[in-house]
T-cell receptor, first 109, second 115 residues
Framework: GESVGLHLPTLSVQEGDNSIINCAYS??????FIWYKQESGKGPQFIID?????DKRQGQRVTVLLNKTVKHLSLQIAATQPGDSAVYFC????????FGTGTSLTVIP | DAGVIQSPRHEVTEMGQEVTLRCKPI?????LFWYRQTMMRGLELLIY????????DSGMPEDRFSAKMPNASFSTLKIQPSEPRDSAVYFC?????????????FGDGTRLSIL
């Protein structure tokens, strides 16, 4: 999962396996959450979002789960591909906007 | 559709020089954000505009930093004088309707090195 500080959490998965990236958010008043993917040399790219009135949302090969009780967000990537290798950030939005520090995903061919 | 366009992509300059970073948001987006990304501090929001008006500049590090948005299709972030500690990747992002209920769309950044 994500943490504040210098160390970027890492996750390595085999190609074809499912990936789960976790994020703990801090503000119980946050009501909108976004996952971004950042590849080397590029800006963060929007993947999927979810509002606090939902606990699950699915996109193409991605699912976001929200557990407001424990302030936890996860991103599931199905059938992970080499092109999924990147840093993934969660962002929480309430009256302010906060980016997490990111998780580095490496897909092993 | 064109995304957020930033220029230059890379800038190398000596300390004390003025640096100007430029951003063209996605057409129709009315909110614009400037971020700085470093390994030490991650992504930091510097300032954001809504309908060309600065709403929150509390993230601007100090008076050496200034940002303007003279119209809906252009913004600048200026550092004067620049210092080595300003070296970072600077991102511009835009969204439709603020940050509270719409995702931001990012440019590919300006990699700034101050020698």
């Amino acid at each position: 999962g994500e943490s504040v500080g210098l160390h970027l959490p890492t996750l390595s998965v085999q190609e074809g396996d499912n990936s789960i990236i976790n994020c703990a958010y801090s503000n119980s008043a946050s009501d909108y959450f976004i996952w971004y993917k950042q590849e080397s040399g590029k800006g963060p790219q929007f993947i999927i979002d979810i509002r606090s009135n939902m606990d699950k949302r699915q996109g193409q090969r991605v699912t976001v789960l929200l557990n407001k009780t424990v302030k936890h967000l996860s991103l599931q990537i199905a059938a992970t591909q080499p092109g999924d290798s990147a840093v993934y950030f969660c962002a929480e939005v309430g009256n302010q906007f906060y980016f997490g520090t990111g998780t580095s995903l490496t897909v092993i061919p | 559709d064109a995304g957020v366009i930033q220029s230059p992509r890379h800038e190398v300059t000596e300390m004390g020089q003025e640096v100007t970073l430029r951003c063209k948001p996605i057409s129709g987006h009315n909110s614009l954000f400037w971020y700085r990304q470093t390994m030490m501090r991650g992504l930091e929001l510097l300032i954001y505009f809504n309908n060309n008006v600065p709403i929150d500049d509390s993230g601007m590090p100090e008076d050496r930093f200034s940002a303007k948005m003279p119209n809906a299709s252009f913004s600048t972030l200026k550092i004067q004088p620049s210092e080595p500690r300003d070296s970072a990747v600077y991102f511009c992002a835009s969204s439709l309707g603020g940050f509270s209920n719409q995702p931001q769309h990012f440019g590919d950044g300006t990699r700034l090195s101050i020698l």
